[in-house]
């Protein structure tokens, strides 16, 4: 073959590779464009649909589980930003009722509802742990986690080497807090310093950790449907 002929042949098989990508990339546009969630923060309706309305995170697939996966809702309303977050959590590529943490580990959701003006400005931030130190009167309290129910999880080869195309429904809830300040107040700390002390005497640790009616906390329930398909790479 002549050098014009197989110059010729590399520039169509380069022109094919790069039509290939950008099909790949169309075809993620298109389907980010059809992600949903609705979600209820209190008595507040929140709902979106695409980018960058609904985001989806990952750190990819290993075995039969998605690694830091995430969902977030970012919506503008009422003049503010409002911004829901499951936050990351290993999730099982399976219909199931899932815990995060666990229900068998310490500690409380890092899931967040925020609300934000329209300069980014933060104006109030609800989060599970908030709602774990104010509210929990229990050890490892079952409702300081987030819980999450998948019900339809498809996973298939995905049109890019390597990935596999998720496809998940269902919903998950949480509840949190927010102080009134970024802060525990002098009053709110001192309280729980007594409460501290009290626990020492007692032999035993009072719970909450705070005094919320003290401290001004604020709770909310936050609970999300979503539909969802994204592409994630295989660790493995």
């Known amino acids: 073959m002549k050098p014009a002929a197989i110059f010729s042949v590399l520039v169509l098989l380069t022109a094919c590779d790069r039509k290939v990508e950008t099909s790949h990339k169309d075809q993620a546009v298109a389907q980010a464009k059809r992600n949903t969630m609705s979600c209820l ?20 697939i290993q075995g039969g589980t998605l690694n ?25 590529m399976q219909p199931g009722t ?13 899931g967040f509802y925020k609300l934000r003006n ?8 609800y989060t599970g742990g908030t709602y774990g130190q104010q509210y929990s009167s229990v050890e490892n309290d079952p409702e300081a986690k987030l ?14 080497p390597g990935f596999k195309r998720v496809h998940a429904t269902g919903e998950f809830e949480f509840n ?15 309280n729980a310093i007594a409460r501290s002390l009290q626990s020492v ?17 604020e709770m909310k329930h936050v609970r999300c449907e979503f539909d969802v398909v994204a592409d994630f790479v295989k660790t493995d």
């Open 98 to 110: 899932y815990h995060f943490p666990s229900l068998a580990t310490q500690g409380a959701s890092f």
């Open 201 to 217: 005497k007692a032999g035993k640790q009072i719970l909450p950790l705070y005094d919320a009616a003290v401290c001004g906390a």
């Open 118 to 125: 329209k300069d980014g400005d933060l104006l109030r931030g």
């Open 41 to 60: 923060a209190g008595d507040l309706k929140l709902s979106g649909a695409g980018e960058p309305e609904v985001g989806i995170g990952g750190f990819g």
């Open 68 to 92: 830091g996966f995430a969902l977030n809702l970012t919506v503008e309303q009422g003049g503010k930003v409002h911004q829901v977050s499951s936050s990351i959590m290993p999730l099982p």
């Open 176 to 190: 949190a807090a927010a102080l009134p300040a970024a802060s525990p107040s002098d009053e709110c700390a001192s």
């Open 147 to 160: 819980k999450i129910q998948v019900d339809r999880m498809v996973v298939s080869d995905a049109p890019q």
